[in-house]
C-alpha cells in the first residue's frame, strides 16, 4: 500500500490529488494520458505541466480552479494578464458584484466627462485610474462567478443548458 506524503508545502496538483484521496498510480488511471511518473514530476515541481496535462487535471478532478492556477502563475504570458481568482461562495461574488456596479453607476458621468473628448488630461488622470480599477474589480468578479458555475457544474450542482 502506498505511503501519504508527509511532504510540507505541496502545490495544488498534490493537494488536489489527495484531497480526491488518489495514489498516483491512480491518478494516472482517472488521467488517462498522464504516468504517475509525469504527475511525481508535476507535484515535486521538477517539471511544469502543460497546459494541455492541466486541462485533464481540471476535467477529470473537477477541479477548473486548476487552469485558473495555471495561467495566473505559471504560463509565461497568463502572469502577466490573468489574475488568479480566489473561490468564493456565490453570496459573496454576488454582494461583490452589486458594491462595483453601484460604484460605477454613481462613477459613469465623470466617465463620460473624462473621455468624451478622446483625451485624458493631467488633472483627469486619477479619476480615470480609480474607474479602470473599479472596472477590473468588475472584471475579477465576473471571473470569480464564472469559475464558481464551472465548479457546481463539474461536481453536478447546477445543470448545464
Not at 491518478?27 to 497546459?51: C, G, Q, W, Y
Not at 509565461?76 to 473561490?87: A, L
Not at 453607476?105 to 486619477?126: A, C, P
Request: charged fraction near 35%.
Amino acid at each position: 500500500m502506498p505511503r501519504a506524503s508527509t511532504k510540507e508545502n505541496k502545490n495544488i496538483y498534490q493537494k488536489t490529488r489527495e484531497s480526491l484521496k488518489l495514489t498516483r498510480e491512480a491518478a494516472a488511471e482517472v488521467l488517462d494520458s498522464i504516468s504517475p511518473e509525469r504527475i511525481e514530476k508535476i507535484e515535486n515541481e521538477r517539471s511544469l505541466p502543460h497546459p494541455d496535462e492541466v486541462l485533464i487535471m481540471a476535467e477529470k478532478y473537477r477541479q477548473p480552479t486548476l487552469c485558473n492556477y495555471y495561467c495566473a502563475n505559471q504560463c509565461p504570458i497568463g502572469r502577466q494578464y490573468v489574475p488568479e481568482i480566489k473561490p468564493k461562495d456565490l453570496s459573496q461574488i454576488v454582494l461583490e458584484m452589486l458594491a462595483s456596479l453601484n460604484s460605477m453607476n454613481r462613477q459613469k458621468e465623470r466617465l463620460i466627462e473624462i473621455t468624451v473628448d478622446g483625451k485624458i488630461t493631467g488633472d483627469e488622470l486619477t479619476d480615470f485610474m480609480k474607474i479602470q480599477e473599479e472596472l477590473e474589480r468588475i472584471s475579477i468578479t465576473v471571473e470569480t462567478l464564472q469559475l464558481w458555475y464551472e465548479k457546481m457544474r463539474a461536481i453536478g450542482e447546477v445543470e448545464r443548458r
